[in-house]
Nanobody, 121 residues
């Protein structure tokens, strides 16, 4: 239902734009989120966006470098600027039929398969 892409190997200071294509009915009914999981760590919330994109949410530590957006073509994006080695991990997109995204990774209706981001120093 969700297909994440856009990851890769980048140098510190660079940028990436991750994409998540959703094959769900009424995409606008879903709030969307990006989570990430660093090696050896638990999955954590990175960013979320409300159903129609009017409100965005970010992990406090990631504000200013992460930008989440969505379009009308069933795709949600995560742009990451000024990448740091600690941003290395697998990035997952998630969809929930709710107005606002949850910062908890429980309860989401759909998950993408994840896309690997590796940042070299």
């Amino acid at each position: 239902q969700l297909q994440a892409s856009g990851g890769g190997l980048v140098q510190a200071g660079g940028s990436l734009r991750l994409s998540c294509a959703a094959s769900v009915r009424t995409f606008s009914s879903y709030s969307m989120a990006w989570f990430r999981q660093a090696p050896g760590k638990e999955r954590e919330f990175a960013a979320g966006i409300s159903q129609i994109g009017g409100t965005t949410y970010y992990a406090d530590s990631l504000k200013g470098r992460f930008t989440i957006s969505r379009d009308n073509a069933n795709t949600v994006y995560l742009r990451v600027d000024n990448l740091k080695p600690e941003d290395t991990g697998v990035y997952y997109c998630a969809a929930d039929m709710s107005l606002l995204p949850s910062r908890r990774d429980r309860g989401y209706d759909y998950w993408g398969q994840g896309t690997q981001v590796t940042v070299s120093s």
